[in-house]
């Protein structure tokens, strides 16, 4: 029983620490309200900054100092005085009392502490011009309707005379600002004291409407305003000024978002429904509860075997008990209508599993059964009593020792079963256990049936099922004990053995404050276990947090009882936190004899209080570094300032000792550093097919912890991930976009992590959702810049072959003429004797001309490609035909080698063979030239397949090791007659191919690096 005892008080002192926790008083600091805290007697403990600065509700607040008196400070009467007495004495709660100038509001929020709170009765009235008033009253008849239109609107909406008077406000406006008539507008919003450049009065007078926006510093929002100009009927010109929120507006979608993600991701099963049970949607719960039921069966109705009464009743707490893979589960099913857009009624059905809460309360119910059962068969008495000390319950031990039965409860007084002079004693003990839930035992007698000794233990009994207050306690006949106790210790007490036996350090102390008794766990506490401390100074051991607690109780003051923390000084010089539980010690006679106290350690306590104190902090610095990120994410639009936020935000909350981010690019991922403010970007050969890690990263989709690298991560990964190899901890934290893994963050630490916990988990988890928001607001905007000006591209492309094409048909009829005619020319000097330079000369105009015939000949090919029949192409053979086998050899023997990868899955396109080798040649000729040029390098061609978005296509990509292309000439590679070549080319291979490979709905892509290399990525409809 004494360790239920103890048990029972452990709680409650915990439940004290923990609220007393929070009842500082630091939070009462951000209250605009004067508010100021005491103690009992009116002593002032504390008061809010509010209080402090604000003097125009307060009398005599000059030279205010801690432990002032409450009525040192107020001006209050004889019956003012007394009402406030009423909470000081603890008579009442709270009490309010009303001044000429202020009115003062008391309540007590423990047993020692009382708020006062003071609110000013006098209302400032804002006072008009007469010329406000002219201006209002004629607008207010002119636009009556508008104005009750404007004060529906949550718009910020305001009107001003041609001098920034404002002479009408809506409700949204006063809600903000107060009522801001008859002030200036530029003085409310800017806090200038001359007109806005953005507002442009002048330019709205003369009947100009100005937008423009602008962040107000009451609450450091950004606002969308329009100007316009404002006519009544007496010809008056006036600005109205509209402001509407933009952050409200971004705030919305992102909280309509989080709604949509919150559901899927509940973990409650949710799905919404018609009235015939057609599932409409449902959560990843639902689904993965009901697997192939769900697949088989999408309908609510059968699923869960209701009907559709079931359903028209709508039920807010409904068990159910339904058959899963054999499993008996309990759900409790929450049901209520909505009505859709379309007026339809749909069902909301909400599910939580409660099988455990159901294994739990059986569990529950067998041990309640249990301590009954010892309850009912202890030899000791157990009874129940309500606040007027009735019996209400007893066990049967009880009812035989006192000759009860049940037909008396609630009609028998627990005092009337005991000797008349104990009802006294028992009156105190139930007095001091409802003021302060401490156990009482007591030591009574009874005569009704033989003299009998009792000892009694009084507890009390917190429940939730009724306000009323009722005690428990156990009875045990120690009429034998007392006779033997009689015998054999008559020098020593009851009383004494129970302190000698109690947990808690007992000690009493005279008036001059001499220790002079004291039991073993004082001893033990002070750590001076079996020597004799009596006549030492009880200071010299206790040192009070607050010395005026000691000081109040060695006074002269009337009998009271306080408990207050103090700290003990071991043996050993070790510190402990104790509470004291000290009271006033007097004679039969009601002499002063000095003081006793009880002392528990709460070391462990306070350690635990300082951890939960700390975790706050740790909390609420998280929340605002989460806050201001995401605040500058979603203005974000370009990944250079992502990456940088987020390496940011990554070293704010974690501070690692390694920080890289991973980002996906086409089969592997880049890697971002950020070192000495430099931005590191690095090529790696991570990527699906070569990382452990990615696959689980890919499968798990959850935060990955390794904490000993060497053996967590196989020799691949080791390769890989070497530059975190040396560190004992790494994270790697991955963000998706919708099945995709596009980003990985990898935070590595020299020692053990013990700060990441459940917290920091969670904050992750919502960075890395935010992350991938923007990450695909960013690739979003990307992609329709690179679709402009691939679109721009190819408009002018096709304006310069329709160009090309009538120029090349005007040039190409006179060439065949001149080339007739000279051809004539030199057959007739082959007949004569003429010099041999003049027929040089004629051979070369033939060779130009027909070099301008092919050029021409090139150019029409360009504007107008001639009909071809498709053919359909194994891309695994290209390089097997006649030409390429050709191409290829004769670039090797220049000594360049050419490396093709083909894959075992056969690759098909279709579109006219002629035309690809066409195409592959072009590419193949210029990555020859460009490591010709360089003097060294190799050619790389793979061919393989690429999904983009919902199409897959025929990849082949040819990469050299060649000079590689400036970067202002990328945007010049697909121009008729652009090229870089010095000497030979004509500018019209890429711009051939390119219009080809367009022609078939396919794309090529070219990156290049000057000095590194280029790589030609031609891109196909897959043909199956």
């Known amino acids: 029983m004494k360790d239920l005892h103890g048990i029972r008080y452990s709680l409650i002192r915990l439940i004290q620490i923990v609220t007393n926790m929070f009842n500082q008083y630091k939070y009462l600091d951000v209250i605009e309200t004067p508010i100021i805290a005491c103690d009992n007697s009116g002593r002032i403990k504390y008061a809010n900054l509010s209080f402090l600065q604000n003097k125009k509700f307060l009398l005599h607040t000059e030279n205010l100092k801690k432990d002032r008196n409450i009525f040192d400070i107020f001006l209050l009467n004889k019956f003012q005085q007394e009402e406030v007495y009423k909470v000081l004495n603890n008579k009442v709660q709270e009490n309010r009392i009303l001044t000429d100038t202020f009115e003062l509001y008391i309540r007590r929020i423990n047993m020692n502490r009382i708020l006062l709170q003071i609110k000013n009765k006098q209302i400032q009235q804002l006072k008009y011009s007469d010329l406000t008033r002219e201006n209002e009253d004629n607008i207010k008849f002119s636009s009556a309707p508008f104005f009750s239109a404007f004060d529906l609107l949550d718009d910020l909406i305001h009107i001003t005379d041609k001098n920034g008077l404002i002479v009408f406000a809506n409700k949204a406006i006063k809600k903000l600002f107060g009522d801001i008539r008859g002030q200036y507008c530029y003085k409310v919003f800017a806090c200038e004291d001359d007109y806005c450049p953005d507002c442009k009065l002048s330019l709205v007078l003369d009947g100009n409407t100005i937008r423009y926006e602008v962040k107000l510093n009451k609450n450091?929002?950004?606002?969308?305003?329009?100007?316009?100009?404002?006519?009544?009927?007496?010809?008056?010109?006036?600005?109205?000024?509209?402001?509407?929120?933009?952050?409200?507006?971004?705030?919305?979608?992102?909280?309509?978002?989080?709604?949509q993600n919150a559901i899927n991701k509940s973990k409650n099963l949710v799905c919404f429904a018609n009235e015939n049970g057609e599932i409409l949607y449902a959560n990843d719960t639902f689904i993965k509860y009901f697997g192939a039921n769900y697949k088989e069966e999408n309908n609510i109705l059968r699923l869960m075997n209701y009907s559709k009464d079931d359903v028209y009743q709508s039920s807010d707490n409904k068990e159910i008990k339904i058959t899963l893979s054999d499993n008996e589960i309990y759900f409790k099913v929450f049901i209520y209508p909505i009505q859709s857009l379309s007026n339809e009624t749909i069902f909301v059905f909400i599910a939580s599993d409660i099988t455990d809460l159901k294994k739990l309360e059986n569990t529950i119910a067998i041990e309640k059964n249990y301590f009954q059962s010892i309850i009912d068969n202890t030899i000791d008495g157990f009874f129940v009593i309500d606040k007027n000390q009735?019996?209400?319950?007893?066990?049967?031990?009880?009812?035989?020792?006192?000759?009860?039965?049940?037909?008396?409860?609630?009609?028998?007084?627990?005092?009337?079963?005991?000797?008349?002079?104990?009802?006294?004693?028992?009156?105190?003990?139930?007095?001091?256990?409802?003021?302060?839930?401490i156990s009482q035992i007591t030591e009574v007698s009874s005569s009704n049936n033989g003299f009998k000794n009792y000892i009694i233990s009084l507890n009390y009994l917190s429940t939730s099922e009724s306000d009323d207050e009722q005690y428990y306690g156990f009875v045990k006949d120690i009429t034998d004990i007392t006779r033997l106790h009689k015998i054999i210790e008559n020098e020593r007490n009851y009383n004494r053995r129970i302190i000698e036996t109690v947990k808690l350090g007992f000690v009493v102390i005279n008036e001059f404050g001499e220790i002079i008794d004291y039991n073993n766990a004082f001893l033990h506490l002070i750590g001076r276990s079996g020597k004799n401390?009596?006549?030492?100074?009880?200071?010299?051991?206790?040192?009070?947090?607050?010395?005026?607690?000691?000081?109040?109780?060695?006074?002269?003051?009337?009998?009271?009882?306080?408990?207050?923390?103090?700290?003990?000084?071991?043996?050993?010089?070790?510190?402990?936190?104790?509470?004291?539980?000290?009271s006033k010690l007097y004679d039969i006679l009601g002499n002063y004899l000095g003081n006793f106290a009880f002392i528990r350690d709460i070391t462990h306590q306070k350690k635990i209080e300082n951890e939960i104190v700390q975790q706050s902090h740790q909390i609420i610095d998280?929340?605002?570094?989460?806050?201001?990120?995401?605040?500058?994410?979603?203005?974000?639009?370009?990944?250079d300032n992502l990456l940088l936020q987020i390496h940011s935000f990554i070293t704010s909350i974690l501070n690692p000792d390694y920080l890289e981010i991973l980002v996906f690019s086409i089969d592997r991922y880049i890697s971002h550093k950020y070192i000495n403010n430099e931005h590191i970007v690095t090529n790696t050969e991570i990527s699906y097919k070569t990382s452990f890690i990615i696959q689980k990263l890919t499968k798990s989709k959850t935060i990955m912890f390794i904490t000993n690298p060497i053996?967590?991560?196989?020799?691949?990964?080791?390769?890989?991930?070497?530059?975190v190899m040396r560190f004992k901890n790494i994270n790697f934290i991955p963000i998706f976009i919708g099945k995709d893994l596009k980003m990985i963050i990898l935070v590595a630490f020299n020692k053990e992590v013990e700060f990441i916990n459940n917290i920091i988990i969670t904050i992750l988890t919502s960075v890395s959702n935010l992350i991938a928001i923007a990450f695909e607001k960013i690739n979003s905007i990307a992609e329709q810049v690179k679709m402009k000006e691939a679109l721009d591209r190819y408009e002018k492309l096709v304006a310069i072959g329709r160009i090309i094409a009538g120029v090349a048909h005007e040039i190409n009829n006179p060439l065949s003429i001149m080339q007739l005619d000279i051809a004539e020319l030199d057959q007739k000097l082959d007949q004569g004797d003429y010099d041999q330079e003049i027929k040089d000369i004629i051979r070369s105009l033939l060779e130009e001309i027909q070099r301008i015939s092919n050029i021409v000949k090139q150019l029409k090919d360009y504007a107008k490609p001639a009909a071809l029949n498709d053919d359909i192409i194994n891309l695994n053979e290209i390089f097997r035909t006649y030409p390429l086998k050709i191409l290829s050899k004769n670039i090797q023997k220049k000594g360049i080698p050419i490396n093709i990868n083909?894959?075992?899955?056969?690759?098909?396109?279709?579109?006219?063979?002629?035309?690809?080798?066409?195409?592959?040649?072009?590419?193949?000729?210029?990555?020859?030239?460009?490591?010709?040029?360089?003097?060294?390098?190799?050619?790389?061609?793979?061919?393989?397949?690429?999904?983009?978005?919902?199409?897959?296509?025929?990849?082949?990509?040819?990469?050299?090791?060649?000079?590689g292309i400036h970067e202002e000439n990328k945007h010049l590679l697909f121009e008729p007659f652009f090229t870089t070549k010095p000497k030979e080319g004509t500018g019209?291979?890429?711009?051939?191919?390119?219009?080809?490979?367009?022609?078939?709905?396919?794309?090529i892509e070219i990156e290049s690096k000057k000095g590194v290399g280029t790589e030609v990525i031609i891109l196909l409809p897959f043909y199956k």
């Open 902 to 963: 083909i894959p075992k899955q056969k690759i098909y396109v279709k579109m006219p063979l002629t035309r690809l080798i066409q195409v592959i040649m072009n590419i193949l000729t210029n990555a020859e030239d460009a490591v010709v040029e360089k003097g060294e390098g190799s050619i790389q061609i793979d061919i393989s397949t690429e999904q983009r978005g919902e199409k897959i296509f025929a990849r082949l990509s040819v990469k050299d090791t060649g000079i």
């Open 220 to 259: 450091n929002q950004y606002y969308d305003v329009i100007n316009s100009p404002f006519v009544d009927f007496d010809g008056n010109v006036y600005k109205i000024s509209i402001m509407r929120n933009l952050e409200e507006i971004v705030e919305k979608q992102n909280t309509l978002v989080l709604f």
């Open 711 to 723: 053996i967590e991560l196989n020799d691949e990964d080791q390769l890989l991930f070497s530059n």
């Open 988 to 1003: 019209l291979g890429l711009s051939i191919s390119y219009s080809i490979i367009k022609s078939y709905d396919g794309e």
């Open 390 to 437: 009735k019996i209400i319950d007893c066990n049967p031990s009880f009812q035989k020792m006192f000759h009860i039965t049940p037909d008396s409860f609630g009609t028998i007084t627990f005092a009337e079963l005991f000797d008349p002079l104990y009802k006294r004693e028992f009156e105190k003990k139930i007095n001091y256990l409802k003021k302060s839930h």
């Open 622 to 639: 998280l929340v605002n570094s989460l806050t201001k990120f995401t605040a500058s994410v979603v203005r974000i639009d370009d990944m």
């Open 533 to 582: 401390v009596k006549g030492e100074m009880f200071s010299s051991y206790i040192k009070p947090v607050n010395k005026q607690n000691m000081d109040e109780l060695t006074s002269s003051s009337p009998d009271m009882l306080r408990d207050f923390e103090a700290i003990i000084i071991t043996a050993d010089n070790q510190e402990k936190n104790v509470i004291v539980s000290m």
